[in-house]
Each structure stands twice: as C-alpha cells, then as structure tokens.
C-alpha cells in the first residue's frame, strides 16, 4: 500500500508540474492572435494523437474495454475537458482571470460537500481544516483581489468550470471497468477536440488561429507558432491528464484534487522562469498553505474516509 500510495503521488505531483507548464507556453500563442477556444482545441487533438499509441498499447487488442468504459470515457472528454475548457473561456471573457481560476479550483470543495451530501457523514476534521487552508493558500497564490463582484453570468460560468472540473476528479479517482489510465485520457482527448472545434464552429467562442512566430523565455527567444503549442500538447496535456488520472486513480478524487491545487503554485513558478513575472512572498505563502492543507486531507484515517462519489454507468 506504502508503495502505491508513493507512486501516486509522484503521479500526482508530474501532473501538477506538467500543467503548471501551460499557461506559460500558451500566453505567447493568446498574445500573437490565437484565440483560447482554437488554442484549446488544437492543444486537445495534438494530445490525444500524442497519446494514441500509449492507448493502443496499453489496451493490447483489448477493445471492447472502451465500450464497457464508454460512460467514463465520454464524461472525461466531454465534461472534464471539453465543458471545462468552454465554461472557463466564457467566464474569462466576463470576468478577471484571477477570479476565474479561484472559483474553478473550488473543485475541491465541491467534491467534500457533493461525498458529505451522498453519504450524510461529515468530513472528518482534517478535511475541513485541511480545505480551509488550501482555499486560503489558493487566494494567496492568485490574489486577494481575484475576490471581487463582478458580471454574474461570468461567475455562472466559472463555478460550471469548477463542477466540470470535479467531475473529471471524481471520474479519475475510481475504477472504469479495467480502463488503463493512458486509454481514459487519449480517448477523452480524441473525443473533446471535435466537441471544441464544433462549439468554435457555431461562433460560441472566438476560433482563431496566427500561424506565426511568438517569443518564449521571456521574449529572449523566438520560435515558430508549432513550438509552444508541440510543448503544451505533449507535456502540459497528454503527459499531465495520464498521470494526473493515474494519482487520481490511486490516491481517490478528494486527494488528488487537492494536491492538484498545486497547479497554481507550478503556474506562478513557470510564468516567474519563463515569462519573467515576478513571484512575491505572498504567493510563497499561499503555496506553503496549499501543501499544508493537502498534507492535512492526506492525514484523514482511511477508515473514516468516505467512498469517492459514483457515476451512474448503464
């Protein structure tokens, strides 16, 4: 058990990093004229191309284990990349950033109230105290001025990312029929990318595309357009939803989405090496609040932890 619990959390911590990276290779392709919808949607088929030959290795002729995965497998793509990506966006373009990602990483939260719900147990206290720290480390990190009021469908929107975005935690953290993990994310990639492209075709969000150099490493170097998007396919997407459903898988939905709450901290430490954004000590703090309140979610005994919440499969 030590050992599986070890392994998924390096799992669990290269999807954080691989993550953290995208933010940083994505703002040069945003700020040369491509739109976030196309970014997204290239970033998404790019990933599950990357992955295809992992799935069909790891499945070993074993097909029939998608269709009895089918239910997870379009749940990953549609609702925990896909709807996830589109609710984002679309509150990103009424509100600020900053809130946006505050309220998206509720998922959390979102998760122990959603288990204490089904199984009217309370969390144990570790949980709460656990989930109060890291929500006020993830304020830290993003800004206490991310706490604003601002357009309401924004915020609609934003707390859709977040239920998106627990659903893709709550698929990951249980079995799915056999389903490898590397299958669940290439599929729900291969399947998200045409449900991207066809909400940017109806003019849902903006669609467009600038096939031209972008600078990186903070503007010292320039590189063509495929560069940063090639990177962000394959680290920051295909290698970061495998492992991050891998420590799902292993860990359970509650642990994984809070140490993937790291993910911000990653972020501000990739934008402060690459992009030469600055990181203050009131982000370091927030980062020591996040690892204190997963160190606390992780300290609940396992006999009080509740079950992960099920998805109805047919």
């Not at 998206?104 to 949980?127: D, K, Q």
């Not at 993990?181 to 909400?199: E, F, K, R, S």
């Not at 980062?287 to 005994?301: D, F, H, S, Y």
């Amino acid at each position: 058990m030590g050992a599986s619990k070890s392994t998924g959390l390096i799992a669990a911590a290269i999807s954080f990093i691989s993550f953290g990276t995208s933010g940083a290779f994505v703002k040069p392709l945003l700020e040369a004229g491509w739109s976030p919808a196309a970014a997204v949607t290239v970033r998404a088929l790019l990933a599950g191309l990357v992955l295809l030959p992992f799935v069909v290795y790891s499945l070993r002729g074993k097909w029939e284990l998608l269709w009895h995965a089918r239910w997870p497998v379009l749940g990953m793509g549609v609702v925990g990349v896909a709807v996830t990506q589109v609710l984002y966006f679309a509150a990103i373009s009424r509100i600020p950033v900053a809130t946006a990602l505050l309220i998206e990483f509720l998922a959390p939260l979102i998760l122990v109230g959603f288990t204490w719900a089904v199984s009217r147990r309370t969390p144990a206290p570790v949980v709460l105290i656990g989930s109060v720290l890291a929500v006020g480390g993830l304020v830290l990190v993003i800004g206490p001025g991310a706490i604003q009021a601002v357009d309401p469908i924004g915020l609609i929107a934003a707390f859709g990312a977040a239920i998106a975005c627990a659903v893709y935690f709550a698929i990951a953290g249980r079995p799915n029929n056999g389903l490898p993990p590397v299958a669940l994310a290439g599929a729900g990639m291969l399947l998200a990318a045409p449900v991207l492209a066809i909400v940017g075709a109806t003019g849902l969000l903006p669609f467009k595309a600038e096939f031209v150099d972008v600078p990186l490493l903070d503007g010292d170097t320039t590189v063509a357009w495929w560069v940063p998007l090639l990177i962000v396919a394959v680290v920051g997407t295909a290698l970061a939803y495998a492992t991050g459903i891998t420590a799902s898988g292993i860990l359970g939905s509650r642990l994984g989405s809070f140490i993937a709450l790291m993910e911000v901290v990653s972020a501000s430490v990739f934008a402060w090496l690459l992009l030469g954004e600055g990181l203050t000590p009131v982000q370091l703090l927030g980062g020591l609040l996040i690892v204190g309140g997963i160190a606390a979610v992780r300290a609940e005994r396992p006999a009080e932890e509740p079950a992960a919440p099920v998805l109805a499969q047919t």
